[in-house]
């Protein structure tokens, strides 16, 4: 009996974790995300955070059609949950692309924008028929990292704390 209880724990504990969002989820624009209590759910304009208790819905800066998802994560890093989006942008006028990072902190009764920064840009080039290629600018080294108890993140020379 001792053994099915630990196993079916296991088994639970294993099945509740999911930090990224797949290609075709990335794709749809629609992805469910799990850990520990916190269960988020990610649509085109918004995402909802379920921690059990309490649920939360916040909108999205990347509601446009031609938005292009490229990251989705969930982590916790230190005593913080983040949500990460990288995405591209929708193109200007121009025809010019920005790749942006938001990261969202992750509360029980809210998300809470904590940046917004673009990493590179990219021109789009069409060529026959429905062929696309682009030109892009140098990309930039960025991530989190905890030094001193405290969660840093950089972006090339740019750096900060969260709070």
Not at 26 to 49: A, R
Not at 134 to 151: M, P, S, Y
């Amino acid at each position: 009996m001792l053994a099915m209880v630990s196993w079916a724990k296991s088994t639970h504990a294993a099945s509740s974790k999911k930090l990224v969002c797949g290609k075709k989820e990335l794709t749809l624009k629609n992805c469910q995300l799990e850990f520990k209590n916190y269960k988020i759910s990610i649509w085109k304009d918004k995402f909802s955070v379920t921690d059990g208790i309490s649920r939360s819905l916040t909108d999205l800066p990347l509601i446009h059609d031609k938005t292009e998802w490229d990251t989705v994560r969930f982590s916790q890093i230190g005593k913080l949950y983040l949500l990460e989006f990288i995405a591209w942008q929708e193109p200007d006028p121009k025809d010019i692309q920005t790749k942006k990072w938001y990261l969202y902190e992750i509360k029980a009764e809210k998300a809470e924008l904590k940046l917004d920064k673009p990493l590179f840009k990219r021109l789009l080039i069409k060529g026959p028929g429905d062929m696309t290629s682009a030109k892009t600018d140098k990309a930039k080294k960025f991530g989190l990292k905890l030094k001193n108890q405290k969660v840093e993140w950089f972006l090339d020379r740019e750096k900060g704390h969260l709070e």
